[in-house]
Structure formats: C-alpha cells, structure tokens
C-alpha cells in the first residue's frame, strides 16, 4: 500500500493507505483524531469539517492520497488550549447540546471568519447552512459566530 506524508497541525505524520481513503478516517482510525466526525459519508452534513489550506473542506470526500502538501487542520489544531475567538464564543454562549456537529460548525466558522470578518446574520446563516445540527443549535451558532466576529474584530 502506498504512504502519504500528512502535515496536520503542523506536523508529519506518515500513513499507509489506499489512495481513495477518505482524509476523515486516517485522521480517525490511522491518526486517533476523532474530533473530526463523521456523520454521513457523502459531503452534506459538515460534522467531518476540516481546513485544507485554510478553506473549509469535507474530509469524508477528500481521498488521502489529494491531500499531501498541503495544510491540514482539524479541530485538535485550532488553537492551543481552545483559544481561538470561536471556541472561546462557542463556550460564552454555551452551543453544544449532544455536541456531535460542534467541531464540523466550528471549523466552518472559523473558515468563514476569516474571509468575512464582519459578517451581518443572513450571511452567517448562509455560510453555517451546510452544518447541520440534529440537535437544532442554530440559534445559539449563530449567536456564537457574532460573538467570535466581535472577538476577532
Ligand atoms: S460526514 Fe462529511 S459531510 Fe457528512
Ligand atoms: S449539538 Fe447535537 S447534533 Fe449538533
């Protein structure tokens, strides 16, 4: 089987995989990082969220062998002791309910605030609209990405 070498959160890490693994089980099942979820394996539910090169990415379509040289982040790496502005608005406001969805809402927030750091509410909901939550968090992640906005501001 062939290796990949990874860089996620700043580190190597060598694995051995099919080409077509998806990235979100070597992060789980070669990597131990499960902080990436999977929820439903086909790019529509956001929970496997990650960064590629700092855009918001579904890694349960991203197959391994597509993913080297570039920046892989996922949750785990986001911030030290979960500092980043969103993490710190997402405790504020008290978002998770299970808190299955969570990391997937968060990396697509921190995503978007990148790009936009002064979102108004109707294109927070566009930008969160493909993270869904079964829990039904919505109104509390919109709230913790004005929260993250203003932190960031
Ligand atoms: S598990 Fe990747 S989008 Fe649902
Ligand atoms: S908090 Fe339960 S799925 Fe979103």
């Not at 785990?76 to 993490?87: A, C, K, M, R």
């Not at 504020?92 to 995503?111: K, L, R, T, W």
Request: charged letters at 20%; a negative charge.
């Amino acid at each position: 089987m062939p290796v990949y070498n990874l860089k996620i959160n700043g580190q190597s890490h060598s694995v051995e995989a099919d080409k077509d693994t998806p990235l979100l089980w070597v992060l789980r099942d070669h990597l131990d990082m499960v902080g990436t979820k999977y929820g439903c394996g086909v790019g529509q539910c956001g929970a496997c969220t990650i960064h590629i090169d700092g855009t918001a990415t579904r890694s349960c379509l991203l197959p391994v062998s597509t993913a080297q040289d570039m920046e892989i982040t996922t949750i785990e790496g986001l911030s030290e002791d979960t500092i980043h502005p969103v993490q710190e608005a997402w405790k504020e406001i008290d978002v998770p309910q299970c808190g299955y969805c969570q990391a997937g809402q968060m990396m697509s927030a921190a995503a978007f605030l990148k790009e936009n750091a002064n979102p108004n509410k109707s294109e927070i909901r566009d930008a969160m609209s493909g993270n869904i939550c079964r829990c039904a968090s919505y109104n509390r992640i919109e709230k913790a990405v004005e929260l993250a906005a203003s932190k960031m501001s």
